[in-house]
């Protein structure tokens, strides 16, 4: 199983980034699906999940309105749109998946294996 995650980089405040998932080893269809992050020095939180079939999805609070999460299931992949990047949403995003269930930190069961968003202000 493999979860691959891209499309973070270095960008400037009240810029956008899109970043990208691909599901590989798993009935990607089966699996609920989440953005988490972790900020150096605090812990992984999650950031956004969907469930399985698209249509059940949660944020974070300090996302809502700027973020968004969806998924391909013919793709196999999960995206997050990130809107109006401000600098606190700076650090490293996982990926995870977790069969029949929205995803969270304590039983996702496969995580990908992070990339770095880094907001400037």
């Known amino acids: 199983v493999q979860l691959q995650a891209c499309g973070g980089g270095l960008v400037q405040a009240r810029d956008s980034l899109r970043l990208s998932c691909a599901a590989s080893?798993?009935?990607?269809?089966?699996?609920?699906m989440g953005w988490f992050r972790q900020a150096p020095g605090k812990e992984r939180d999650l950031v956004a999940n969907?469930?399985?079939?698209?249509?059940?999805?949660e944020y974070a609070d300090s996302v809502k309105g700027r973020f968004t999460i969806s998924r391909d299931n013919a793709k196999d992949t999960v995206y997050l749109q990130m809107n109006t990047l401000k600098p606190e949403d700076t650090a490293v995003y996982y990926c995870?998946?977790?069969?029949?269930?929205?995803?969270?930190?304590?039983?996702?069961?496969?995580w990908g294996q992070g990339t770095q968003v880094t907001v400037s202000s």
């Open positions: 969907i469930n399985w079939y698209g249509d059940s999805i």
């Open positions: 995870a998946a977790q069969r029949w269930a929205a995803v969270t930190i304590a039983k996702a069961e496969y």
């Open positions: 080893g798993i009935i990607f269809s089966n699996y609920g």
